[in-house]
């Protein structure tokens, strides 16, 4: 698969991992406007989920953002990368083992979406996965090479019921995948 081509002008301020930018943008009159936006590209993430155990597998790791308000860094989130050129079905399922320790067989395709669209090009490609006790076949924690000191966390589906009902799910991408699956399989969260 080949990254697409930005379709709006960029006048770059830094690039790194991230690209930092002003874009230009045409509104429906005609008129353009400046814009900031930050790049890095399309991601896929997953929520594989056990539905013999009624367990979803997430990932702990340090997150910026969490920190910059103050709140804890370490963040619970569903397994998540980086297309890097990459199908978005082949990078959740690199990413499941990655980061999970988990072989993922079958994907649920949920959405394609942006995390912020005011300001990041950010495409987030969403996907349910089921596995079984058996798939669990790596130890997990991310890319030392890469920064990632993840750790692995089986969480009962229940729990992250509960936690999307109250307001206790911090991560978007996570909290979609939580209700998308109660949604399509609500039998799995029956007490």
């Not at 596995?131 to 790596?138: I, L, N």
Request: contains cysteine.
């Amino acid at each position: 698969m080949t990254e697409p081509v930005p379709a709006l002008p960029l006048e770059v301020l830094h690039r790194g991992w991230n690209t930092f930018g002003i874009a230009t943008l045409t509104l429906q009159d005609g008129s353009t406007v400046r814009r900031a936006l930050e790049d890095h590209g399309q991601a896929a993430c997953v929520l594989p989920y056990d539905p013999e155990r009624r367990m979803a597998l997430l990932v702990r790791q340090a997150r910026v953002g969490p920190a910059f308000w103050g709140e804890s860094a370490e963040f619970d989130e569903a397994p998540a990368g980086g297309l890097d050129g990459g199908a978005p079905e082949a990078t959740a399922i690199r990413e499941a083992m990655e980061e999970a320790g988990v072989r993922l067989r079958r994907l649920e395709p949920v959405a394609h979406a942006y995390s912020m669209p005011s300001v990041s090009s950010e495409r987030l490609w969403l996907y349910l996965a089921p596995y079984e006790s058996a798939d669990r076949v790596g130890s997990g924690g991310g890319l030392h090479a890469e920064g990632e000191q993840v750790l692995v966390v089986e969480v009962p589906l229940a729990a992250l019921a509960d936690q999307a009902r109250t307001s206790r799910l911090p991560d978007l991408k996570t909290l979609v995948l939580v209700q998308a699956l109660m949604l399509r399989a609500p039998a799995l969260f029956a007490a």
